[in-house]
């Protein structure tokens, strides 16, 4: 069974910068979809950034555009989310997810359901 491990998390000022990691341990995406999410409190989870675990593929909302980017080191077993330029409205719980359907490359689907896998979730939080 596939597991997904988040860290990197945190509390961070307005302007700065964080790392989220993911770690896969427990199975192989080798083709397969696979980002971060955020919830807000009462709301419903939405896609942050994905990728496409066979080749260089990326997503990203229009909220993270410039300012997110979704990395991956394969030799790891990693997904990386770098957020600069961190807002008030970047504060939530963010979540690494993977889709377990085996697809040959993106785009990749952008609603939470489409994902199997998730991690337990991480709090970032952006003060002024």
């Known amino acids: 069974q596939v597991q997904l491990v988040e860290s990197g998390g945190g509390l961070v000022q307005v302007g700065g910068s964080l790392i989220l990691s993911c770690d896969v341990s427990g199975g192989t995406l080798s083709r397969n979809c696979m980002g971060w999410f955020r919830q807000y409190p009462g709301k419903e989870r939405e896609v942050v950034a994905l990728t496409h675990t066979g080749g260089n593929h990326t997503q990203y909302v229009e909220a993270g555009k410039g300012r997110f980017r979704i990395r991956q080191d394969k030799a790891q077993n990693t997904v990386y989310l770098r957020m600069d330029n961190l807002e008030e409205e970047d504060t939530a719980i963010y979540y690494c997810?993977?889709?377990?359907?085996?697809?040959?490359?993106?785009?990749?689907?952008?609603?939470?359901?489409?994902?199997?896998?998730w991690g337990q979730g991480i709090q970032v939080t952006v003060s002024s």
């Open positions: 997810a993977a889709d377990r359907r085996v697809i040959p490359r993106g785009p990749c689907y952008l609603g939470a359901r489409q994902y199997n896998y």
